[in-house]
């Protein structure tokens, strides 16, 4: 009788440790599951928009009196936008509606200066920052101006990371790349 009482000590002691053996995943090598993870053309653009983004916001700066804080872009799934962003730090008489729209337009500018004139400049630098040279069938026939449609450009303006939380007014500008000033949304924080 003891030694079974005992038997079942040891085996519902060893028992929690054995079903986690049993339940515990393989570890994947994280360079393996990287090298096996295909890119897609989303990717690869915006990727591409991120890189476009860097020298346009650095270009956009060196206008006089703003200092690039950082750039960059994403794709926010819930709503199906890109989101191309530049924070740059102002002091606080230059955060204003005005400046904020000046920046945002060197820094439209700036991304669709290869493009061609007139209305479809964005979407043109669009497409070929999306697409790729094969124009297959099953392209969409207005991928540029669906992608113009769908990327954001927004331009904030801010104190300094420490002293953000002293001075904390931001402007944020935020549109389309082809936006007109009109067409530019504005939002004042702080």
Known sequence: MRALLLALLVGVAAGPAAAQDHRAAPRVDALDWLAGEPMTLLDWGIARLRGDLDYAAAEAAQGGRSTLARSGAFYRPQDRRIVAYANFVEP????????CVELFGRVAGALVRGAPQGSGGASWYLESVFGHEARGANRPPELGEQMADRVALQVTLGARAP??????RRVTCTGRLDSPPAGIALRVEG
């Open 163 to 168: 002293d953000a939380f002293e001075d904390p």
């Open 92 to 99: 606080a008489a230059n955060r204003t509606e005005a400046v």
